[in-house]
């Protein structure tokens, strides 16, 4: 999913509550991971440091507020 779809998944149903989750070292437990209504999202297929994982989650959040603005993100 690109940063276009990414913004659109997230402002297609304003009434609609949103929670991130960044799996642990040791993934997902079942229960997280069968969550009715989820959608598992993945940056890579690589691994990242949870801290890492934060920024980049959050600079997407970003650019998915920009999109749905109408202000550009690449300068």
Known sequence: MDSQDFSKL???????EII????GALGLSEEVL???????LSFS????L???TRVIL????FRAV???KGKKYHY
């Open 20 to 23: 991130f989750v960044i799996g």
């Open 34 to 40: 069968n969550y009715k209504n989820s959608i598992r």
């Open 58 to 61: 959050a600079e997407q959040i």
């Open 10 to 16: 997230i402002f297609k149903d304003e009434a609609r």
């Open 66 to 68: 920009a999109i749905e």
């Open 50 to 52: 949870h801290e890492m």
């Open 45 to 48: 297929r690589m691994t990242f």
